[in-house]
């Protein structure tokens, strides 16, 4: 069984209101956060870095991991804010700039919108469900699920990601197909897909990939924890 603190709020990237999030730790005391440095290059992170050390935030349990990130910058990571867990896209499709071997066994693969092989999977620690890009397969892309779901059920589930879930499909740019998964929840009904899912595919390390401010992303916190307490 998930605890409440299990689901971690993000500092997200994509929309480009990171700072604000920033902002944000102190004034909702936040002390525990995941981090998405998705759409930041290297000098942009180290800005960010530098804001995150003003706050009082003392740990980052989890972090989206960049292709272009060093050793040097994970390593960072872990000493500073006790990072646990990291996730990358398929290496196949984005090849690792660095070295990072003696990080493997912290890394999870994510489910995203190409194939994995069990392979590929056994070389890191396990699987990074994203439940959002789950569901967006279930409804849209069946083979896609159906080839997912039977490596969730060989391989260890590391950690999560949780977004939104549109009730109608909509053209993704990034993706070029169409999605249901979205990083921004406009209604916490949109999570209630979650319930379509099994216990053992949540881990204890579950972040919201959402761009919505922190203290919206706090009260969807709330949400799933009371959605799937009475699930299980």
């Known amino acids: ?7 971690l709020p993000a500092i997200t990237s994509i929309s480009g209101s990171w700072r604000s999030k920033v902002e944000e730790i102190d004034e909702l005391g936040i002390k ?28 980052i349990p989890f972090v989206h991991l960049r292709s272009d990130m060093s050793p040097q910058e994970i390593d960072f990571l872990i000493k500073r804010y006790k990072t646990k867990v990291f996730n990358i896209h398929s290496p196949i499709h984005r090849p690792l700039l660095f070295d990072l071997s003696s990080f493997r066994g912290l890394i999870c693969i994510e489910n ?24 967006n397969d279930r409804i849209l892309k069946p083979e896609r699920y159906k080839e997912f779901c039977e490596l969730i059920s ?44 099994p216990q053992e595919y949540f881990s204890k ?28």
Not at 32 to 59: G, H, M, V, W
Not at 113 to 126: D, H, N, P, R
Not at 205 to 226: G, M, S
């Open 1 to 7: 069984m998930i605890s409440r603190e299990h689901i």
């Open 32 to 59: 525990k956060a995941a981090l998405f440095p998705t759409c930041l290059n290297s000098l942009q992170r180290q800005d960010l870095y530098n804001l995150l050390e003003k706050t009082k935030i003392e740990e």
């Open 112 to 135: 995203t919108i190409f194939s994995l092989s069990e392979k590929i999977l056994k070389t890191f620690a396990g699987f990074c469900i994203d439940f959002s890009h789950l569901e």
């Open 154 to 197: 060989s391989t260890v589930v590391g950690c999560n990601h949780i977004s939104a879930v549109r009730k109608e499909p909509f053209f993704d740019e990034r993706a070029q197909e169409d999605r249901i998964a979205c990083h921004f929840l406009q209604d916490f009904s949109e999570l209630d897909y979650l319930k379509n899912y």
């Open 205 to 232: 390390y579950i972040a919201l990939e959402l761009e919505n401010d922190l203290k919206t992303q706090l009260e969807a916190k709330n949400y799933i924890f009371d959605l799937l307490k009475d699930c299980w």
